[in-house]
């Protein structure tokens, strides 16, 4: 006691000092953290609540769909057929005709809003004057309905009242080149394209602006001082300097190239025949028209599978390209 006294008059208590006697605020440490920990998970519940119920649970009960036979208005119950579904799929014509409309739409899609989203970012990179009106002008096809900007699509490329068959015969005396550009397989997947890059280059260059302005200045600065301005600034200094950028975009892009679906539902219904029917399109017809959800679900997962090693390869691409840029 006269020990433990002491240090207490001297202003200096230590454990050992007072040993045998509990630090004064463990326990009410203790309460604290445990009711911030629970006023914590009570404060994700609503989020947790609902990541479970409209993704998790759909994802794995879609995952066990696709193991069975099930039409939803005939069948009582499903019934198990292991991976039938999926072996039926790689063997069915519509379905390997849609996938290859799908990268067909993909490839042209996501090389074309890389370039052009690029380009526009450094065009509007420098302060130009009105550059802050440009941005928002190619920043508003984002605030339109995409199901809206396909009936207008669709107006524009009716063939006897269309405005651009109107403007091709009237305007450049072309009427040669007036045709119905929904009725061909080719002009028809190309409108679907153009709508599509219409709707969403804005996005993607937005996201490339964002990248060029985390350049640091410094180096932009050091680079003009060394001699690189125009060209060489761009190939040598900016575009090795946005690789989390091209990881970003491309990842966006791949995964909304292979799940297009409003824009062919809309403006050729998958036709002329089956030459604009994508497999995002093909699932939801096989589920929700002809009601065979087992099916269906096999194809959702071949195409959720296939996005993931899509943007798996992006993330090694651009992690190699890191790597080698270090």
Do not use: C
């Not at 499903?78 to 991976?83: A, D, I, K």
């Not at 025949?273 to 994508?278: C, D, P, R």
């Amino acid at each position: 006691m006269t020990s433990a006294s002491t240090a207490v008059r001297g202003g200096t208590v230590k454990r050992e000092d007072i040993a045998g006697l509990p630090a004064p605020e463990s326990r009410s440490g203790g309460s604290r953290r445990r009711k911030k920990g629970v006023a914590g998970f009570l404060f994700t519940l609503p989020a947790l609540i609902f990541i479970f119920a409209f993704m998790v649970y759909p994802l794995v009960y879609s995952g066990y769909m696709s193991l069975t036979e099930y039409n939803f208005v005939y069948d009582s119950e499903p019934r198990f057929v292991g991976l039938d579904n999926y072996a039926a799929a790689l063997q069915e014509d519509r379905f390997l005709t849609s996938l290859r409309n799908t990268f067909t739409f993909g490839f042209f899609y996501f090389v074309i809003v890389m370039v052009s989203g690029l380009t526009f970012a450094l065009l509007l990179f420098p302060k130009l004057r009105l550059s802050g009106f440009y941005r928002s002008a190619i920043f508003v096809p984002l605030v339109v309905p995409l199901s809206l900007a396909a009936l207008v699509f669709l107006w524009i490329l009716q063939p006897n009242y269309g405005l651009l068959n109107h403007f091709l015969r009237e305007v450049l005396g072309a009427g040669w080149l007036a045709r119905s550009w929904l009725s061909d397989g080719t002009t028809a997947m190309a409108a679907i394209i153009v709508l599509s890059l219409w709707a969403s280059i804005g996005f993607v260059t937005i996201l490339f602006l964002a990248g060029l302005q985390s350049i640091s200045t410094d180096v932009l600065e050091a680079a003009e001082m060394d001699g690189a301005s125009g060209l060489k600034k761009i190939f040598y200094i900016i575009l090795p300097n946005l690789g989390e950028t091209y990881v970003l975009t491309g990842t966006w892009a791949i995964i909304h190239a292979l799940k297009v679906f409003v824009e062919p539902m809309v403006m050729t219904d998958g036709g002329p025949g089956t030459s604009t029917l994508v497999l995002y399109q093909h699932v939801y017809l096989t589920a929700f028209t002809y009601f065979d959800m087992g099916y269906a679900s096999a194809m959702g997962y071949i195409l959720g599978l296939i996005i993931l090693i899509l943007v798996a390869a992006n993330f090694f691409i651009g992690k190699r390209k890191r790597e080698d840029a270090a």
